[in-house]
């Protein structure tokens, strides 16, 4: 009887120990993997599928927790190519000068965020500079960056005007609206989403052209998600998850894009001051996540492909970028 007492106990023992070891094994499967998404500026309309896809749950689903970090000083690039970020918010014009070069960046753009570049260049309405050629004897705000003069001079030219003639005040600008409204200066290069809608909703009458309209070269990406090209090759399928569920929540913000907006205000309460602008500009974009392409996130090649040679011929970099460099279609369903 002892002996069967103690075979008992022995065998309750080994079956707890294997209880507690499977538990613990279960407990390791379903821990989330940790992910930092790092954002190019203040949590704005371009973002809002990332926060949709955490507050509605996609990430968690997918087995992935997502921590959202603002960008250093370096930008989204720097932190993502150093691996301490696993994703991040980029642009394909700036992407090329990290992709260049000994000291290149190992990363890589895996979604666009919208099909088309919705840039262009806004102006008070009447004041003759409704196109390119009109910013002739006029003060635009610039950055002074070598591309942006180079994108302007070509749409000039391309109407006969003389980018010579245009008056390059250094941009000081936060306000698009204020800036035109003081007459600081009379063009400023904006990204329509937010400031050219920020025009709409203060009744500010304006002219405004887009570059893509003018010359299809410059229908590059921008915004887009990168990653870090070591992270991709070692987890595809986490990439892959997190990209998956990234694509629901802009999903969502397309289709519900008021819902989405008071999500996008709910993480970054400070935009509920500009709640007006929220909405519209969320309305604006609903229909420029996908534009005409079935799936969110996926690159036109000869696209991409044709800016970075136009950088190659403008000899806008420090040597020759390979055009179909820095992107991936491998990522999105």
């Not at 390119?132 to 006969?160: C, F, N, R």
């Not at 306000?175 to 329509?192: N, P, R, T």
């Not at 400070?270 to 602008?277: G, T, V, Y």
Request: with cysteine; proline share 4%; charged share 25%.
């Amino acid at each position: 009887m002892k002996y069967f007492k103690k075979i008992t106990a022995v065998l309750t023992v080994a079956a707890l120990i294997l209880c507690m070891a499977a538990c613990s094994d279960n407990n390791k499967k379903t821990e989330n993997e940790k992910i930092t998404f790092v954002l190019d500026w203040t949590p704005n309309t371009n973002h809002t599928g990332l926060y949709a896809a955490i507050e509605k749950g996609y990430f968690s689903d997918a087995g992935i927790d997502v921590e959202v970090v603002q960008p250093p000083e370096g930008g989204a690039e720097m932190l993502v190519g150093s691996g301490k970020a696993q994703f991040g918010v980029s642009f394909q014009d700036s992407m090329a000068t990290a992709l260049i070069g000994e000291d290149a960046l190992p990363i890589t753009a895996v979604a666009a965020v919208i099909q088309h570049n919705t840039s262009g260049i806004i102006s008070r309405k009447g004041e003759g500079m409704n196109s390119p050629k009109g910013l002739e004897g006029h003060k635009y705000a610039t950055w002074d960056s070598p591309v942006e003069k180079a994108t302007i001079k070509q749409v000039m030219e391309a109407e006969g005007g003389d980018f010579s003639k245009v008056k390059l005040i250094p941009s000081t600008v936060t306000d698009e609206v204020s800036a035109l409204q003081s007459k600081s200066v009379d063009a400023i290069w904006i990204f329509y989403a937010w400031a050219g809608v920020a025009c709409e909703v203060a009744e500010l009458e304006t002219d405004y052209f887009a570059f893509a309209d003018i010359d299809p070269v410059f229908d590059y990406y921008t915004p887009v998600i990168i990653s870090n090209n070591t992270y991709l090759e070692e987890n595809p399928e986490t990439a892959k998850a997190f990209l998956s569920a990234l694509a629901k929540g802009y999903e969502f913000a397309i289709e519900n894009p008021k819902d989405a907006a008071d999500i996008l205000m709910n993480a970054a309460p400070e935009l509920k001051s500009n709640s007006e602008l929220v909405y519209e500009s969320q309305k604006y974009l609903a229909e420029q996540y996908k534009a005409e392409c079935s799936r969110w996130g996926e690159f036109d090649e000869e696209r991409w492909a044709g800016f970075y040679r136009w950088l190659n011929e403008k000899e806008l970099l420090d040597g020759k970028l390979d055009p179909y460099k820095g992107f991936s279609n491998a990522y999105i369903e």
